[in-house]
T-cell receptor
């Protein structure tokens, strides 16, 4: 099992460009999440999904869109990147919800917006 | 609110015990978690404690919860160089689809 994988690992964008981050999990998990991690701060939830075809907003959803067309994939899109979106993005998955269930994290994508 | 605070840095000598502290403000928290992040990697769940518990022990890890003071700690016995990482505490509330993370404590173990 590969667990949770993320592509790409690194990316540099110019302001206004768009891109999609891909998260894939091979554990048949229902729940998937996108977080961002900024220096000196904990992780903040951007969007999450409780199953194929569903998405919901987290703590900091503005400027991002997500899609969960297949159970194993969760895509995070930036339509018009801004320097404030420079961050490390982590995807996670779990078989159930937040409580007691282990969230498995991917290795992260480091995004720089110039 | 959901503020979760931690000190930023901790250094200990190999073989000593490490104690990482966390304070939270939301008394309705249901579960409190400790995650470990090694360099260049995602977060790994170490342990969690339900809010009606005072203590949980798992091998070298001991979690203490003081609900009155809203204080959570993680004690690592016999700290090893492989324990060097950033440790995050996080809290969740029933009915809320969100985890609130602290800023993380960078633990450095000196050989």
């Amino acid at each position: 099992n590969a667990g949770v994988t993320q592509t790409p690992k690194f990316r540099v964008l110019k302001t206004g460009q768009s891109m999609t981050l891909l998260c894939a999990q091979d554990m048949n998990h229902e729940y998937m999440y996108w977080y961002r991690q900024d220096p000196g701060m904990g992780l903040r939830l951007i969007h999450y999904s409780v199953g194929e075809g569903t998405t919901a907003k987290g703590e900091v959803p503005d400027g991002y869109n997500v899609s969960r067309l297949k159970k194993q994939n969760f895509l995070l899109g930036l339509e018009s990147a801004a320097p404030s979106q420079t961050s490390v993005y982590f995807c996670a998955s779990s078989s159930r919800g937040f409580f007691t269930d282990t969230q498995y994290f991917g290795p992260g994508t480091r995004l720089t917006v110039l | 609110g959901e503020d979760v605070e931690q000190s930023l840095f901790l250094s200990v000598r190999e073989g000593d015990s490490s104690v990482i502290n966390c304070t939270y403000t939301d008394s309705s928290s249901t579960y409190l978690y400790w995650y470990k992040q090694e360099p260049g990697a995602g977060l790994q769940l170490l342990t969690y404690i339900f809010s009606n518990m005072d203590m949980k022990q798992d091998q070298r890890l001991t979690v203490l919860l003081n609900k009155k003071d809203k204080h959570l700690s993680l004690r690592i016995a016999d700290t090893q160089t492989g324990d060097s990482a950033i440790y995050f505490c996080a809290e969740s509330k029933a009915g809320a689809n969100n985890l609130f993370f602290g800023t993380g404590t960078r633990l450095t173990v000196i050989p």
